[in-house]
């Protein structure tokens, strides 16, 4: 299932209070898709590292009642009140005693003494076998317990995403010249660094920074390998090569277009942020001149950055004119 997707399910199991868990690889994203859907809902979310656990410190240490009973004091990072995501992150890779210190919780929402919250909901996730990542093979009971959704990078989600985070434009337009470059892991190598939705936002991180001319190889390299480096430092210095967008929209109708598929995905990147109604009518002129597939991608993206432009003539002109492929 993509993001959006995934998504879209956790929402309705959290209404019904259903647990879940979220199987993916290696960098996809599933710890931030849950922070992202607490925040959304204003949840609160508590982030428990289940592999951190031993088996008692679920249940908290005994003591002595008014009774003469043994009662249990539950841990403090358990939630006691309000509404929320209780997250068990990494469930599968916690030692199997620990899994089983799960079974009641997930199950009766209970441990021992301790009762979750009417407002709690329980999500886990965790690294699929196959991925050759640290797991336990998860019990069948354990497992049973729960609805499992599998989590597979997506690139337009990624890019709706990246849009609303400030990843560096020159990123978003590489991964759309090479989108199977987003999440490349290969679990039968044994790559320290690998091209993911997680170590992409670090390229953007960096890049952000200003490195240094001569680190940032050794920087991009670290976070996403050797041959993802190499092709997207190839994309940077293509893209150098560039007009300026002013001369772009200055004259629309006459500059010399790019011949390399890659740099004219950067160029319709970099038009498409400088999108408005006023510069509608140049952005449409340069569409016309560009193949299909391009001046869709650049029509596109100026929409989804000034969404009034569609009501202008220059767009509708443009819709009209490629009517036969927009159908």
């Known amino acids: 299932m993509r ?3 995934i998504a879209s399910a956790i929402e309705t199991l ?3 209070k259903q647990p879940a868990f979220i199987w993916g690889a290696p960098g996809v994203g599933k710890s931030q898709i849950v922070a992202q859907l607490a925040a959304k809902h204003d949840l609160k979310l508590v982030d428990i590292r289940a592999v951190l656990l031993d088996p008692v410190d679920l249940r908290g240490i005994p003591r002595i009642d008014d009774e003469g009973k043994t009662a249990w004091c539950a841990p403090s990072f358990l939630p006691t009140e309000g509404n929320g995501i209780l997250f068990l992150d990494e469930l599968n890779t916690a030692p199997p005693l620990v899994q089983a210190a799960c079974y009641q919780l997930i199950l ?3 441990l021992g003494e301790y009762e979750l919250p009417e407002g709690w909901s329980i999500i886990a996730a965790g690294n699929r076998e196959s991925d050759k990542a640290v797991t336990h093979r998860m019990p ?3 497992a049973n317990r729960m609805v499992h ?3 597979e990078a997506d690139l337009d989600d990624w890019l709706l995403w990246a849009d609303n985070n400030e990843v560096v434009p020159s990123l978003k337009a590489f991964l759309r010249f090479r989108p199977t470059l987003l999440h490349a892991f290969d679990p039968k190598k044994n790559a320290k660094a690998f091209p993911s939705p997680r170590s992409w936002e670090f390229v953007s991180t960096i890049l952000a920074a200003k490195p240094s001319n001569s680190t940032i190889k050794a920087l991009i390299t670290g976070a996403v390998g050797e041959g993802a480096a190499t092709e997207y430092l190839a994309f940077l210095t293509a893209c150098d090569q560039l007009p ?3 001369e772009v929209l200055t004259s629309p109708d006459t500059i010399e277009l790019p ?3 890659a740099v004219v995905y950067a160029l319709c990147e970099s038009v498409a942020r400088e999108a408005s109604d006023d510069v509608i009518p140049q952005i449409a002129v340069l569409a016309a001149r560009l193949p299909i597939e391009f001046s869709v991608l650049l029509m596109r993206d100026s929409a989804a950055t000034s969404p009034s432009i569609v009501e202008t003539p220059s767009f509708a002109n443009w819709a009209y004119a490629n009517s036969d492929i927009l159908v």
């Open 3 to 5: 993001p959006s997707e």
């Open 14 to 16: 959290i209404t019904v």
């Open 108 to 110: 009766d929402r209970k």
């Open 140 to 142: 069948s009971a354990l």
């Open 149 to 151: 959704l599998d989590f």
């Open 244 to 246: 300026s967008v002013e």
């Open 259 to 261: 011949d390399d598929p």
